[in-house]
Nanobody, 123 residues
Framework: QVQLVESGGGLVQTGGSLRLSCVVSGRTFSGLAMGWFRQAPGKEREFVTSITYTGGSTTYADSVKGRFTVSRDNAKNTVYLQMNSLKPEDTAVYYC????????????????WGQGTQVTVSL
C-alpha cells in the first residue's frame, strides 16, 4: 500500500519561510512523478508544483514562481517544498501527490495523495 505523509506545516508570519516534506512508502519512489497541491478554505484545490521522477524538470503555478522550490531526494523517498516570501494568500492545506505520469500529477488526477499539512501565514 502506497502512503504519502506530509510534514513541516505550521504558522508563519508574512515574508517567512517553511519547508514541507513528503515521505513516500510502499512504492519505488524513483519511479514516481511528484507534486504539491493546496486547498484554501472555501476554494477549490489548486496545483502548486510538480517534479519529474528524475528531478530533471519542474513546473510551478504562476502564483508561486520565484518563491517556492520543489526538490526530491530519491535516496530518502522524500519530496520537499521550500516556501519563501510567504503571503497570507498562501494559507491552505498542502497535499503531496504522486503518480507514474507527470501529466497526471499536474492535472490533479494522480493515484496517490497524502492527508495534507496546514500552512497558515499571518499578517
Amino acid at each position: 500500500q502506497v502512503q504519502l505523509v506530509e510534514s513541516g506545516g505550521g504558522l508563519v508570519q508574512t515574508g517567512g519561510s517553511l519547508r514541507l516534506s513528503c515521505v513516500v512508502s510502499g512504492r519505488t519512489f524513483s519511479g514516481l512523478a511528484m507534486g504539491w497541491f493546496r486547498q484554501a478554505p472555501g476554494k477549490e484545490r489548486e496545483f502548486v508544483t510538480s517534479i519529474t521522477y528524475t528531478g530533471g524538470s519542474t513546473t510551478y503555478a504562476d502564483s508561486v514562481k520565484g518563491r517556492f522550490t520543489v526538490s526530491r531526494d530519491n535516496a530518502k523517498n522524500t519530496v520537499y517544498l521550500q516556501m519563501n516570501s510567504l503571503k497570507p494568500e498562501d494559507t491552505a492545506v498542502y497535499y503531496c501527490t504522486a503518480d507514474t505520469l507527470s501529466r497526471t500529477v499536474v492535472r490533479g488526477l494522480a493515484s496517490y495523495w497524502g492527508q495534507g499539512t496546514q500552512v497558515t501565514v499571518s499578517l
